[in-house]
């Protein structure tokens, strides 16, 4: 009966707490009714302690099926206590009061292996030429098709499913074209030699027979065409001939202490049995007649020698007594201020003539940057005793016209040559490796033995290895093996290190260690890599080297931070590529690891598409200039990744930059053709009245000037000088 009463207070006692707990829940829940708040107004009002709220969440469940499934998995809250590392399940209002950001996912989707995959084909474009031989292109993707819906994806992803390869986006393709010559123009000379020219066409042949002409740079881009260039310029022979016809010299004028004498000069040109007075240029164009002067001095007062300046030596600098340069020297007169006239050299015979030739020997060839080259030490000889000597050529060289050239040897500084001789030792008859014994080993346990090993001739002199290496044909002994390398471990051991900080400032995160197998040694603990000893030593698995960690914290801003994108990749097509760039997981603008950001956020692209044209116009540096004035220069299309040449058609395909120009206008001085002289207008005659006894004279300026510049220019044709003075007669 006792025993009886006393269950029956304890199970009244566990009722009366019962019934008070729930009194007291209920009041709780009344009270949080009545003030119409549904969460919890403070943290404190559940739990009286310091508590740190988190989310955190079960593994993802099974597929809920094959194809376009979702997985589910349960999300909770839970409360840790850091007084003493303890957790318990909270409301999930708390960690929604918390940062309701942060609230891992609960479904994801699944199932993607049910897509079918398959490539898609575009039509092909156009050909890429207008002619010869050229590229059409199509675009191929890879589509992967679900129940719902059809996207494109990466290429990868087809070659993976489908295998094979993928279809080809490119083909080659053809345009005839050729190349159609226009009729021969007139030849553009009455006389002498002279050019006909025509044009040339591209014509493009068109589906059902049709022709349309197209630009002519198409049909040079064929390479097809080559062989049937046809030139747009021929030279051309007229039908007419021509000649210069003079007159007798007038007599000797003399005025201001000069005399002059003057004839007409003119050109006939003759076709069969008729003759025609031309002007003198048609005279001119032919480069097999020699234009006859039209005045000549026949007195001068004050005549002189004028030279030019010495053509340049013909031979390189070696000096040649047998070549020679020349120059021009020709007599003049001077005229008060202006400038002197070219007369007969026969006026100025009772001078001293200058020397027109000298040899090239008289110059003295420049030696640049002089020093001693030295040659091979030749074999050591014994001289006297046991000492040997060697020698080897010292030569000093310098560099003319771009060539080293040996030269004197006091062109170098003397100071500084070096030895032609030295002392040596003499040769090493039957050389041959010496071998000592090993001796002791150097420790009772992974030691080790050393020997001496030299090269000694015959005569017992030991001499440097190379001798040995390079007269014995076996290699060097051995100078050390190892010794007591079998040495019992007594002990096997873990050696680990202290965890590193957590890889994240916030969230989840790796931390690291280094972890050793160790034997105990000789009375010590030696480093060892033999990982399988310690496990099967030690019958334990070798200890983890990194373990996951979560970092508290409250991040207030998650984010990713993407990095530049990458120059763009090239993939197999000709100008299409790809870009990459990396992303880093920022908490509150403090880097975490990024698995933290990809568990709540979805992570930007890491590649995308691009175009990549490596395809570049390349010009070659300008030509000199030409006798037309201009000067010129290829230009070509070129692949900038390869460094080849390709067809001109690739760049006019891909580049909107027009080929650069390939001529332009310049100056050119070099052509004597262009050197040409230039008259102006005849003056009034002398005097107003003339009579039979006295003509007056009228004149005009001579200037030689370059046809390109119009600038005054020398080198013109003394005999081809047109006459600046003429008689004349006036009458009133």
């Known amino acids: 009966a006792k025993m009886a009463r006393c269950v029956l207070f304890s199970v009244t006692t566990v009722a009366c707490l019962l019934v008070s707990f729930c009194s007291v829940a209920v009041a709780v829940q009344n009270k949080g009714s ?8 403070t943290i404190d009002s559940y739990n009286s302690g310091v508590c740190s709220y988190r989310w955190s969440a079960d593994p993802f469940g099974p597929c809920s099926r094959t194809c376009e499934g979702v997985q589910v998995r349960r999300v909770f809250c839970y409360c840790y206590n850091p007084d003493d590392g303890s957790t318990e399940v909270s409301d999930m209002r708390f960690c929604e009061v918390n940062d309701p950001r942060l609230q891992p996912i609960s479904t994801r989707s699944c199932g993607v292996d049910c897509a079918t995959y398959s490539w898609l084909n575009s039509a092909w474009g156009i050909c890429n030429v207008v002619c010869g031989v050229g590229v059409e292109r199509r675009r191929v993707t890879c589509r992967k098709a679900t129940n719902s819906f059809t996207t494109t994806v990466r290429d990868s992803e087809c070659l993976a499913a489908l295998g094979g390869l993928k279809p080809w986006t490119t083909r080659s393709c053809s345009q005839v074209c050729r190349v159609v010559p226009g009729p021969w123009s007139d030849c553009n000379v009455s006389c002498g030699s002279g050019q006909q020219n025509r044009t040339l066409t591209c014509v493009q042949t068109l589906h059902e027979g049709r022709e349309q002409n197209v630009a002519l740079i198409h049909c040079e881009n064929d390479p097809t065409q080559v062989g049937e260039c046809l030139p747009t310029s021929r030279p051309c022979d007229p039908v007419n001939r021509c000649r210069y016809n003079v007159t007798r010299w007038s007599d000797c004028f003399t005025s201001d202490g000069v005399g002059v ?55 390189s600098c070696e000096g040649d007594d047998k070549a020679y340069q020349t120059r021009s020297v020709y007599c003049t007169c001077a005229i008060d201020d202006r400038p002197p006239l070219i007369a007969d050299n026969g006026l100025c015979a009772n001078l001293t003539k200058p020397d027109v030739t000298r040899p090239c020997g008289q110059q003295q060839c420049p030696c640049i940057n002089p020093y001693w080259r030295t040659g091979r030490f030749g074999a050591c000889s014994l001289t006297n005793g046991n000492v040997g000597e060697k020698k080897r050529r010292v030569k000093c060289i310098c560099f003319r016209s771009g060539v080293r050239k040996a030269t004197a040897v006091s062109r170098c500084d003397r100071h500084s040559r070096p030895a032609d001789t030295v002392n ?64 019992p471990c007594t002990e096997y051991r873990y050696r680990t290190s202290s965890w590193s900080n957590c890889s994240a400032t916030c969230g989840p995160g790796i931390q690291t260690r280094t972890v050793g197998c160790v034997c105990l040694l000789e009375n010590m603990y030696q480093e060892r890599t033999n990982r399988a000893a310690c496990e099967r030593n030690t019958g334990s698995p070798f200890p983890l080297a990194e373990r996951p960690c979560n970092t508290s914290c409250s991040c207030q801003n998650l984010t990713y931070r993407s990095g530049d994108w990458s120059r763009c990749i090239p993939d197999d097509s000709e100008c299409d590529g790809y870009r990459n760039r990396t992303h880093s997981c920022y908490c509150d603008g403090v880097v975490t690891d990024i698995r933290h950001c990809d568990l709540y956020l979805r992570r930007p692209p890491e590649r995308t598409r691009c175009r990549h044209c490596p395809f570049v116009w390349e010009p070659s540096p300008w030509s000199e200039c030409y006798a037309d004035c201009r000067r010129r220069r290829t230009v070509y299309c070129k692949n900038s990744t390869t460094g080849e040449r390709v067809r001109n058609s690739y760049c006019n395909a891909h580049l909107a930059m027009a080929r650069p120009d390939r001529t332009e206008q310049c100056t050119y001085t070099g052509n004597k053709r262009n050197i040409i002289w230039k008259t102006t207008a005849w003056s009034n005659c002398s005097t107003s009245c003339s009579t039979a006894s006295s003509q007056g004279m009228k004149r005009r300026t001579v200037t030689c000037v370059n046809r390109c510049t119009r600038a005054k220019a020398e080198g013109c044709k003394l005999k081809s000088k047109p006459q600046n003075m003429m008689q004349c007669n006036s009458s009133m």
């Open 261 to 315: 004498q003057t004839r007409t000069v003119t050109c006939l040109k003759i076709n069969n049995t008729v003759t025609a007075t031309v002007p003198l240029y048609e005279c001119g164009n032919d480069s097999t007649l020699t234009n006859p002067i039209s005045e000549r001095l026949c007195f001068c007062e004050a005549p002189r020698w004028e030279v030019g300046t010495y053509s340049p030596c013909p031979v």
């Open 34 to 41: 009545e003030t119409g708040s549904e969460r919890p107004p």
């Open 424 to 487: 040596c030792n003499p040769p090493c008859l039957d050389p041959s490796w010496a071998v000592g014994s090993y001796g002791n080993c150097s420790k009772t346990c992974d030691g080790e033995r050393t020997r001496l090993v030299v090269c000694r001739c015959s005569n017992c002199k030991i001499v440097d290895d190379a001798v040995c290496i390079a007269e014995v044909p076996i290699y060097k002994p051995p100078t050390k093996r190892r010794c007591n390398d079998e040495c």
